[in-house]
């Protein structure tokens, strides 16, 4: 959908510029340089501050534009688990994560000038338990990614379920977004017309429950 406001997306992250494409936007694309040192402890409010620093990072140059930013970080067992910084650490992860029952925490803030919007989703995820020649497999393939493992990749054959919205585990909620955007005047594609191409039904599950945040 074309709008004459220029939007930009605060984000290197390829998944969430293919969402946005999928999802009929017209955006620039400006990295955010914002310092992501925290020491927040609650799942919601760190996604929620940096989502918030990458997008005010890149509105303060581009006042005129509407910024879209998120955040995303696995949690388990109330452990807040972002991208691995090696192949040892991505390891150390896929073990832990491995036959785990976790949560992914996705926030996104939304700037236009004086009006702003942040928010977040979480979901459940039920992860496979996988035998050591399998999990070798997965060591260092996914170091762009919070968890060291990827719920699009489902050639991995490691995720098992996913209760909630599959796109806010790959890094932006799709269906908050498009509430959230409405307030904006801005309209992404209907739900019904992504899901005739949804290639990760038998993953989905749309069945919010609620688990605690230390999960
Ligand atoms: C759990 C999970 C995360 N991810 C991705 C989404 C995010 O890109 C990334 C989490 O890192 P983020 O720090 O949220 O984002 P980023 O560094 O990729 O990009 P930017 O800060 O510039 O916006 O992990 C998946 O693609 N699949 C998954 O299953």
Avoid at 166 to 182: F, N
Wanted: with cysteine; net charge positive; aromatic share 10%.
């Amino acid at each position: 959908m074309r709008v004459n406001k220029q939007i930009i997306l605060a984000s290197s992250s390829v998944r969430r510029i293919s969402l946005l494409k999928q999802w009929g936007l017209f955006f620039k694309i400006i990295p955010s340089g914002a310092d992501e040192k925290i020491n927040l402890i609650k799942p919601s409010y760190i996604v929620k501050e940096l989502a918030y620093r990458k997008g005010r990072h890149v509105a303060q140059r581009y006042p005129d534009a509407l910024t879209l930013s998120a955040d995303t970080v696995v949690v388990l067992n109330g452990k807040i688990i972002g991208k691995p910084k090696s192949k040892k650490e991505s390891e150390k992860i896929i073990r832990e994560l491995n036959g785990s029952i976790h949560k992914v925490y996705t926030g996104v803030a939304v700037i236009q000038k004086d009006k702003c919007s942040v928010f977040y989703d979480t979901v459940c995820i039920k992860m496979r338990k996988l035998p050591e020649n399998m999990l070798k497999q997965l060591f260092g393939k996914h170091m762009d990614k919070a968890g060291a493992y990827a719920v699009q990749d489902t050639g991995d054959n490691f995720v098992e379920k996913i209760y909630g919205d599959y796109y806010t585990a790959i890094g932006l909620p799709y269906k908050k977004l498009a509430t959230e955007l409405k307030k904006f005047k801005i309209r992404l594609k209907s739900s019904h017309d992504l899901s005739k191409n949804h290639s990760h039904q038998r993953l989905f599950r749309d069945c919010y429950f609620r688990i605690s945040d230390n999960v």
